[in-house]
């Protein structure tokens, strides 16, 4: 089976930057996602590492490292839109996706 | 992007009724769609990958018979809520995979289901 832990809240203020971390434990394991979403909304996909390494987009990156099974998602000059949850989500064979339990982001003024 | 579009965005039923929800793929082919399930500040449980043109696989604990899936097209999956019941209320998801972008998933907007 799949697990994966992150943190449940973050707190910052606008400008800064957040690092979510999020560890899995995986029977199969192709890659890792990151996911946002605001409350009542549907997921939306914000990044994808296959290979160890940070993917850099725009104001977020992402990072993985296959042999710790560990990866963290970056948010820089955070702005108050960027309160949401963000998952992280282990991909597995037939395209399954399997979901951490979201870390709340609030931003501060 | 690829856009998934969901129907109803919201449904109210009364216990025992049976819901339809429609998820479409609109501007790609999606020979396979996911369904997931979230209730309030948790994360979303897959429910059951939807193949065109062949039964649904379902996850473990998740009863086939009360979540009936029908992917009848490259561009539609259904999931009917059969015999619905309070603690079936929440928030349904759905994604499709495209081919074309890397096999990423797309979501759908969610269907807010609330069982009277």
């Known amino acids: 089976g799949q697990s994966l832990e992150q943190p449940s809240e973050v707190t910052a203020v606008e400008g800064a930057i957040v690092q979510i971390n999020c560890t899995y434990q995986?029977?199969?394991?192709?890659?890792l996602s990151w996911y946002q979403q605001h409350d009542g909304g549907a997921p939306t996909f914000l990044s994808y590492?296959?290979?160890?390494g940070l993917e850099e987009t725009g104001r977020f990156s992402s990072f993985l490292s296959r042999s710790d099974s560990y990866g963290y998602l970056l948010l820089q000059e955070l702005q108050m839109k960027d309160s949401a949850s963000y998952f992280c989500?282990?991909?597995?064979?037939?395209?399954?996706?399997?979901f951490g339990g979201g870390t709340r982001v609030l931003v501060k003024p | 992007g690829a856009v998934v579009s969901q129907h109803p965005s919201w449904v109210i039923c009364k216990s025992g009724t049976s819901v339809k929800i429609e998820c479409r793929s609109l501007?790609?082919?999606?020979?396979?769609m996911f369904w997931y399930r979230q209730f309030p500040k948790q994360s979303l449980m897959l429910m059951a990958t939807?193949?065109?043109?062949?039964?649904?696989?379902?996850e473990q604990g998740v009863e086939k018979d009360k979540f009936l899936i029908n992917h009848a097209s490259l561009t539609l999956s259904t999931l009917t809520v059969t015999s619905a019941h309070p603690e079936d209320s929440s928030f349904y998801i759905c994604?499709?995979?495209?081919?074309?972008?890397?096999?990423?998933?797309?979501f759908g907007p969610g269907t807010r289901l609330t069982v009277l």
């Open positions: 939807s193949n065109e043109g062949s039964k649904a696989t379902y």
């Open positions: 501007d790609f082919q999606a020979t396979t």
């Open positions: 994604s499709a995979r495209a081919v074309e972008a890397r096999n990423e998933q797309f």
């Open positions: 989500a282990v991909k597995a064979a037939g395209n399954k996706l399997t």
């Open positions: 995986t029977s199969g394991f192709y890659g």
């Open positions: 590492n296959a290979l160890d």
